[in-house]
């Protein structure tokens, strides 16, 4: 019987690790521009971390964390999103302590027990961004232009809500009216009645779809803020305006965890169905304290690599493709004698060397080296090579030109740098 992966928890196969590679790249490059430093959290915390940062009443702390205890009897849990486990880093390492100002990143597998599905699985892989240390809402549009960037710059498309969900002073009004709205509503869900009364403003997450419909008619919490959140939300959006971010408010939305306030904001693609959200996130003041350490601001968004994946393998736009420097095909013992050590070499020049070791026929090479997305082949042919003459061919353009095969191992490697880098100015 085959043993087989876990529902929920898929192989990433070279092809589509390319891509994710690709992502990883293209955003490393962007956070580094506006001063962002990578930090490096475990997957494996304290259960009691994710349940007083994200909120008893949360869909991922009701339902789908992966918590057990370990063999000394501690609730542990697989972390099921980033900024809790980076807030927990950045307070006991005491980041704060070498500066007031923290812009962090990371990278890597987060964990939820919920039902798969295109886009979604149980171990999912998320960029996490986070900002320490800075309220003025200018750094809130700075972030929301960052990830704007980010989408850009790997060639998709996506459009930016907005929205705020003010802050301790004015949230107690907008609940009251939200309960009062919510008293009248008839055929809620099982989840919707409980936090009716718990945690009103988590309703309106909900995704059941009789329960949005009431939804459409609730009061909006932007109608309920207070004079300093009012003119925080004003200079957010002066502040995109100025970047030239195209955005829009939507009243409604709200976000799954109970540590959001004021900013909050998804990115939306229209090519992923319903689960169309590809990056989200917004300001979580007072969370830092709540965790144990000091009265700081914070702010920050996560993106899931494989909705992004998705929508670059759907574009094909060439991003997930492993370009070889060079392949080289060679023919008959000699030709493999010599072309074994100069390939290494090559690599140890830093290039990018595939070669077919098993001696087969110039037409099965010249398709591995497609497969391989070459851009260069170096041809030994029998005849060529008695004669002290390669062939190097350029896969693009098609055109070869004659190359003369030297006995000196160093010296032969040199040339064909020469030559490849003259062809092309990445070399």
Known sequence: MKIKALKGFKDIIPDEVD????????SRDIFHRFGFREIRVPVLEKTDLFVRSLGVATDIVEKEMYTFDDRNGDSV??????????LRAYIEQGLHASSSLQKLYTIGPMFRHERPQKGRLRQFHQISVEVLGLDHPRIDAEVMAMAYLLLTSLGLSARLEINSLGCQKCRPGFNQALRLFLDNCQGLCDDCLRRRDTNPLRVLDCKNKSCQ?????APFIIQHLCPECYGHFQTVKEGLKLLRIPYTVNSFMVRGLDYYCRTTFELISDDLGTQNAVGAGGRYDGLVKELGGPDVPGLGFAMGLERLALLLASQDNGSQKAWTDLFIAALGPKAQNVAFPVSHYLREKGLSVTMDVMDRSLKSQMKQADRAGANFVLILGEEEFEKGQAQLRDMRSKNQQPLTIKSDLAEWGDDIRWELGTLNSEF
């Not at 419909?213 to 008619?217: A, G, I, T, V």
């Open 213 to 217: 419909e009431h939804y459409q008619k």
């Open 77 to 86: 849990t697989m972390r099921p999103e980033g900024t809790a486990s980076v």
């Open 19 to 26: 891509i994710y590679r690709f992502i990883e790249k293209i």
